[in-house]
């Protein structure tokens, strides 16, 4: 058995990933990451970045984020303190799945991670205090490629577990997915 368990979701390519965990009275040890094991389960990245994020309140909500193109990022996110309910949504023009989104708890007690490829815009909201992220991506932060997608999108009607969640301006004042259509450079490659 590999080191990491892949779980296919309903969006081609967003994957729940499930390390092994060896455990005993002294606490856990595990791989979050190693490059071969990734490999072996069809994950090729070259990780070029870390980001840690903290959030101090239960209710912070991050996104929809994302990247375009020439400068888009692959995310593995996973979180290392408390619990968080990560959103994917599929932003490729063409795909059968366009606009659909998946809903995933994280949390320091299941250590799963998930693979969010390029063409796909993530969120992350707290469900605890002080809840730590870390991802890796595998293109650098660029300021003129970053996007942001309205958490609340009526059209994208992701049945997020709060109704008024801790933004930021950014997020707060994020422009619908109909506003930012034509932006969008992401386009459906064919199916699995």
């Known amino acids: ?32 990451y190693n490059k071969r094991d990734f490999e072996e389960i069809g994950l090729f990245f070259d990780f070029v970045q870390d980001n840690h994020s903290l959030s101090v309140q239960a209710g912070v909500l991050r996104g929809l984020h994302f ?26 023009k063409g795909s059968p799945t366009f606009g659909k989104w998946i809903g995933v708890i994280l949390s320091e007690y299941n ?7 390029k063409g796909f815009a993530h969120g992350i909201l707290t469900l605890v205090p002080n809840t730590e992220i870390l991802y890796k991506v595998d293109e650098y932060y660029s300021p003129e490629h970053d996007r942001a997608i309205r958490w609340n999108d009526p059209e994208l009607k ?35």
């Open 111 to 117: 250590k799963r991670q998930i693979v969010v490829p």
């Open 1 to 32: 058995m590999g080191k990491f368990r892949k779980i296919e979701t309903e969006l081609e390519g967003v994957y729940i990933l499930e390390p092994t965990v060896f455990e005993d009275h002294r606490g856990f040890f595990m791989e979050s």
């Open 158 to 192: 992701i049945n997020w577990p709060i109704k008024e969640p801790i933004l930021s301006e950014k997020d707060k004042n994020a422009p619908f997915l109909r506003e930012i259509i034509d932006e969008i450079n992401f386009v459906y490659e064919g199916g699995k």
């Open 67 to 92: 990247q375009l193109n020439p400068k888009a990022q692959t995310k593995v996110v996973r979180c290392l303190k408390g619990v968080i309910y990560d959103v994917v949504v599929d932003i490729r």
